[in-house]
């Protein structure tokens, strides 16, 4: 059973780490020096697209998520105070 689950995963894995790869050996082999540095600073840019973090959320929308939060909150202590304890 895991061997079955186990081989899926490993050749994702090596699957998704070769394009890294390949880059870096295809810049290594330019013989040109010009080319080799555009090569690396175009490898470079891709890698700080990829690893760029995602945009911040707008303060409005996390405000709206909070005030939704403390509705719900608030909604729940309304009904635990409702509850008859003791009866």
Known sequence: MLLKH???AVVVLALSTTPAAALEQNCRFIQA???R???Y???E???AT???PAPAADESKTLETMRQLRQNDDA???SINN???GC
């Open 50 to 52: 990829k690893r760029k």
């Open 45 to 47: 840019e891709e890698l």
């Open 76 to 78: 729940v202590y309304r």
């Open 83 to 85: 509850i008859c304890r």
């Open 41 to 43: 600073k175009r490898q």
């Open 6 to 8: 186990a081989l899926p």
């Open 33 to 35: 020096k010009p080319d």
């Open 37 to 39: 540095e555009a090569c």
